[in-house]
């Protein structure tokens, strides 16, 4: 990991990867947090940073990109820390680390969250500790207590779980189900792109053009086409 220089961005520039997202209510923002950042904002206070990658998706800031989106546009300038990151587990641990104190610190559920995800991205318990500020010997613990040893990597584990297995039975399956079967475009995660659209869409100011209102009739003939349901 490599922080590169602090530079200003259009928001519309971020991608919303949401499984980077170090919480465990995915594609959900905190509701005070995001009043918090509102007041601040209008106070006319300097917030610090947002984090990315130099793909441009956010590993901090969800909450910032947001309130900055609702109060001047997608197109607003925000100060973005951009940091080149190996890989994908990195990004996440970082996001871990930078939320894991300040205003909305990491609950237990999403460090639960960010060990379950961490580990089936094949981080090593050393890694993952570090990040949440944790012993290595309770990520351990944690490892054994829902998983099953791989056949490779004495620090790795792969969740095998059957309490999980039966809770996804019984609920909607969300971003981390499906993670791993969704294709890339343009090298980014599709995901993250679809992300990044619905937020988009869901803001209260979003005011489209009719360039951006045929554009989005084209996108959900292809939808209909792609999933084999009218929209």
């Given at each position: ?83 080149e990151y190996e890989s994908d ?19 237990p559920k999403d460090r639960a ?52 297995a039966k809770m996804n039975a ?62």
């Open positions: 990991m490599i922080e590169k220089k602090v530079v200003k961005m259009k928001c519309a520039e971020l991608i919303f990867d949401w499984r980077l997202y170090p919480r465990f209510k995915i594609a959900k923002l905190d509701g005070a947090n995001l009043e918090r950042i509102r007041t601040a904002r209008k106070a006319g206070i300097t917030l610090p940073p947002c984090r990315a990658g130099v793909d441009y998706r956010i590993t901090d800031g969800f909450h910032r990109v947001t309130v900055e989106m609702e109060l001047s546009g997608s197109d607003a300038d925000i100060m973005v820390q951009l940091v587990v990195e990004m996440l641990l970082d996001s871990a680390r930078v939320n894991s104190s300040g205003p909305l610190p990491l609950e969250h960010v060990i379950f995800t961490a580990m089936k991205m094949r981080a090593s318990a050393a890694d993952i500790a570090s990040a949440l500020g944790m012993n290595q010997k309770d990520i351990r613990m944690f490892s054994d207590r829902h998983s099953v040893p791989p056949t490779r990597g004495s620090e790795e584990r792969t969740i095998v779980s059957t309490s999980v019984e609920r909607t399956p969300t971003r981390s189900d499906v993670e791993d079967h969704m294709p890339h475009v343009s090298g980014f995660p599709l995901l993250g792109q679809i992300g990044s659209l619905t937020h988009a869409l869901q803001l209260s100011n979003f005011r489209p053009d009719e360039k951006t209102i045929a554009a989005l009739k084209t996108l959900v003939a292809v939808i209909e086409e792609v999933v084999g349901v009218t929209v």
